[in-house]
Structures are given as structure tokens and as C-alpha cells.
């Protein structure tokens, strides 16, 4: 994926657009023209972030969880804290019987 203009704050939301942008035309299936519409039907807000690679070393794909942080890459961690931080204040939290669950509330 190349984005065109990295610079501007707003590519990577125009790319997730053209995206689900509707295509006529035979080479698109109807599964994927569905998929679009439904996208954008079910998720009017939406917005995208693109993050680099998390890791360097490809032979540490397949155990990333088992890293510390610093075998991540910086830019994704600080990719990463951006994210958490949108979602954080777009989200609300989840409540049953009127109580925020937790995980806590869960186990």
C-alpha cells in the first residue's frame, strides 16, 4: 500500500474512502461490492491508521508475544499509543447492570 501524499493528515482516511468507494465494472464481484456497502452502511464513523511493521527480525514474526517492548520497532509503538488513544476517547466503556465491566468483573 502506497499512500500518495504522507504528508497530508488526512490520507490515510481519503485512502480507507477510496477504498470503499463503489466500483462498476465486471472485474469487482458482487461479494466485494456487498462487503463495501455494508462497511460503510454499519460503520458510518470510521477512520484508519496505518502502522509501519511492528518487528525488524523476521525470525521474531512467529514469538512477538513473548518480546519486551524494545524488540519492537519505535514508530510502531508510538503508532500504537496514537491508536489506543483515538479509541480511548471515541469509546465509551461497556456496562452491565450498570457497572464499567472490567476484566476483573469478568473472571
Known amino acids: ?5 504522507k504528508n497530508n493528515l488526512n490520507a490515510e482516511k481519503q485512502y480507507l474512502e477510496n477504498v470503499l468507494e463503489e466500483i462498476s465494472g ?3 464481484t458482487i461479494e466485494k461490492k456487498r462487503v ?3 462497511i460503510r452502511t454499519y460503520f458510518p ?3 484508519w491508521i496505518v502502522m ?5 527480525k523476521e525470525n521474531n ?8 517492548d524494545n524488540q519492537f520497532r519505535r514508530e510502531f509503538l ?3 499509543k496514537i491508536f489506543r488513544n483515538k479509541n480511548m476517547k471515541k469509546t465509551n466503556p ?3 447492570r450498570n457497572k464499567i465491566l472490567t476484566d476483573f468483573i469478568l473472571v
Request: hydrophobic share 35%; glycine share 0%.
Open 45 to 47: 464513523e470510521r477512520d
Open 26 to 28: 465486471i472485474s469487482t
Open 1 to 5: 500500500m502506497q499512500l500518495e501524499d
Open 78 to 80: 508510538e503508532q500504537s
Open 36 to 38: 463495501r456497502a455494508l
Open 61 to 68: 514474526l512467529q514469538n512477538f508475544q513473548n518480546l519486551p
Open 94 to 96: 461497556k456496562r452491565f
Open 52 to 56: 509501519v511493521i511492528y518487528i525488524e
